[in-house]
């Protein structure tokens, strides 16, 4: 398994305990670790077997749209829904 990660992504999610934390949405820097046995990619040189950097990305800035949590320690959700095509997704915010 290799590793790559996207540091620093910005999203602006609506977290906090209160409602009125929670109300607006607020800027989160996202560190996000993607595993992937990339020995296919590797050897077919095809871009169809790696990941899409820019999808994961842009899907992680989108999952937050008319979702609120109370806890940071909530990512887990994040890490639990986002998983597809066999990659472990780790977030640290």
């Known amino acids: 398994m290799?590793?790559?990660?996207?540091?620093?992504?910005?999203?602006h999610y609506c977290v906090g305990v209160t409602d009125e934390e929670r109300a607006?949405?607020?800027?989160?820097?996202?560190?996000?670790?993607?595993?992937?046995?990339?020995s296919s990619a590797s050897?077919?040189?095809?871009?169809?077997?790696?990941?899409d950097y820019q999808q994961v990305a842009d899907e992680l800035v989108k999952f937050g749209?008319?979702?609120?949590?109370?806890?940071?320690?909530?990512s887990w959700i994040i890490s639990r829904t986002l998983s597809?095509?066999?990659?472990?997704l780790n977030l640290c915010s």
């Open 2 to 11: 290799s590793r790559i990660s996207i540091v620093d992504l910005e999203v």
């Open 24 to 38: 607006k949405p607020q800027r989160l820097l996202l560190t996000v670790d993607l595993s992937l046995d990339f």
């Open 43 to 51: 050897i077919s040189d095809r871009i169809e077997k790696s990941i």
């Open 65 to 74: 749209e008319g979702r609120n949590w109370k806890l940071l320690e909530s």
């Open 84 to 88: 597809w095509r066999g990659l472990s």
